[in-house]
C-alpha cells in the first residue's frame, strides 16, 4: 500500500449521487492517494456495506481506505485504517484491534494534542480546520502560526483540512505540511469527470505547496 498523504480525498455521500465506487475511482484517477469513507447517520451494517464498495476499488490501485471515527467498522470491512477525532477513542487501543500494519489518523487542533496522539502511535494528524469549511461549519479556525507549530512539534506527516480548495490552497505553503485534506473541493462535482479534473489540479497544488 502506498503511504503519500499528498492528496487525501474525504468521501461524502451528501454532495453528489455518484455511487461511492465511481466517486472514489474519479478520485484516484485524478491523483488521490489515500480515501477515506466518511458516513454519518446510517447503520454499522450500511457503513460496512459501503467500505467494501469502496475497497474494491481502493485495492485495485493500492491506495490505503481510512474509516472514519468507526473502529469496527474498519476491522470488519478490511479497510487500511482508522480516523480518530479527540472524542472517537484512543489511537493505542485501535493499534491492537486494527493491527500494527493499520494506518491510524487522528485529529489534533493544538500541539499538546498533536503530542499526544503521536505518543499514542499515531501515523498521521489531520489539523484544521483552516478555513471555513461547508461540511463543518460551526468548526473554529487554525491559524497558519498554530499549524506551523503542530507540524514542527511531531516528527509525523500532518494533513491540513477544512474549507480547502484550488483558490486558498497555496496559502498552506511553508506551513510543513505533508499534505492536503479535501472533501467538497473534490468530491462537490456531480460528474466523474468532475471529480479527476479537481483531484488532478488539487493533487498539482499540493505538490507545489509541500515540495
Known amino acids: 500500500m502506498k503511504n503519500s ?3 487525501y480525498a474525504i468521501t461524502d455521500s451528501s454532495y453528489t449521487r455518484l455511487p461511492l465506487s465511481a466517486q472514489t475511482e474519479a478520485a484516484i484517477s485524478g491523483g488521490a492517494d ?3 469513507l466518511r458516513e454519518k447517520n ?3 451494517e450500511e457503513y460496512v456495506k459501503k467500505a467494501e464498495e469502496v475497497l474494491a476499488v481502493t485495492r485495485k490501485y493500492g491506495v490505503p481506505l481510512i474509516i472514519n471515527d468507526n473502529v469496527n467498522v474498519a476491522l470488519r470491512s478490511g479497510a487500511e485504517g482508522v480516523h480518530l ?3 472517537d477513542g484512543d489511537p493505542a487501543s485501535a493499534r491492537k484491534i486494527l493491527g500494527a500494519n ?3 489518523g487522528v485529529t489534533a487542533k493544538t500541539v499538546s494534542q498533536a503530542k499526544a496522539a503521536e505518543a499514542a502511535g499515531a501515523d498521521y494528524l489531520g489539523s484544521g ?3 471555513v469549511s461547508p461540511t463543518k461549519p460551526g468548526a473554529k479556525a487554525l491559524s497558519m502560526s498554530e499549524l506551523r507549530e503542530i507540524c514542527s512539534s511531531v516528527s509525523i506527516p500532518v494533513c491540513a483540512i477544512g474549507g480547502i480548495n484550488e483558490e486558498n490552497a497555496t496559502s498552506l505553503r511553508g506551513s510543513g505540511i505533508s499534505g492536503i485534506a479535501v472533501v467538497s473541493a473534490v468530491f462537490g462535482s456531480e460528474t ?3 471529480i479527476a479534473a479537481a483531484a488532478k489540479r488539487l493533487r498539482a497544488a499540493a505538490e507545489d505547496i509541500i515540495k
Open 192 to 194: 466523474t469527470e468532475g
Open 85 to 87: 477525532g479527540q472524542t
Open 5 to 7: 498523504f499528498t492528496l
Open 102 to 104: 493499520a494506518i491510524i
Open 34 to 36: 489515500i480515501i477515506q
Open 42 to 44: 446510517i447503520s454499522e
Open 129 to 131: 480546520a483552516m478555513f
